[in-house]
């Protein structure tokens, strides 16, 4: 395992790019199911989102599976070794481990969150602020300056914990599939030491995520096609983007995938 290696961002950025044409080709049939399954879920509601649930999370699998298969192999034969099926649809113990692990990381992140909110409410109850000139909105009369920016910076690097926690086990999906096991917390190791390129990439790569937020928030996306329309582009464009991205920077840390 090589939990040091130096992660080339620039190279790791454009193998991805490059990549991308071939996970639309190898995963079309993945990208259109769960387009399909994820679009028809604002109309479930009730009884028909519980029957709807199950479906829901296969066509996630399923596509996690496709895209991280061909994400860390060179061609579709490589790929097919590992697995995957015509157009992308299998399901096999792959996606299931993939569960397990998504699962575990899922676990670990709540647990990481209950202590961040548990110390910062711990934090801001020691500052003994003005609350009732917070809830009157007279920030000048909430507490000192220097309590503010304390508390400020605390929230910060709380914060910053949780994404760093996220981000260093951005390597599971591809080292599950390339290892041929459920690698959770493991991936922590594997992305030692490649942090700063992993955030910068992740960013970088979520720019579609963050245009269809943008565009959210300003009103332009909205009602039951603005769903639709997000969906589409989260599944078509930004999954596609972000396993490329973590699969490359796999394929650069740990170069030779155990099958």
Known sequence: MNGHQVLPLGETLSAAVQALP???????????????AWSVKPMSAGAAGLIWAPFGLVAILVLTGALGRIAITDDAQQARRLGLGPAGLQFGRPELRLLGAGLLCGVFLA???SVVALALLA??????????????????????????VLLALVTAFALFAVVAFTVRLSLSVP????????????????????FWPLLVG??????????????????????????????????????????AFVGAAYRRLEPSPRN
């Open 123 to 148: 934090v801001f109850g020691m500052a003994e602020l003005n609350t009732q000139a917070i809830q009157a909105r007279q920030w000048a009369a909430v507490g000192p300056v220097w309590k503010l």
């Open 202 to 243: 992740l960013i970088v790569t979520g720019a579609p995520k963050i245009g269809l937020v943008l565009l959210w928030g300003a009103g332009l996306l909205s009602g039951r096609a603005g769903l639709v329309v997000f969906v589409t582009v989260m599944i078509a464009i930004q999954a596609p983007l972000t396993m």
């Open 22 to 36: 071939r996970l639309w080709r190898g995963a079309l049939g993945a990208i259109l199911l769960a387009a399909v």
């Open 175 to 194: 080292a599950t599939i390339g290892r041929g096991h459920m690698v959770s917390l493991q991936s922590m190791t594997l992305a030692r030491g490649a």
């Open 111 to 113: 647990m990481i969150l």
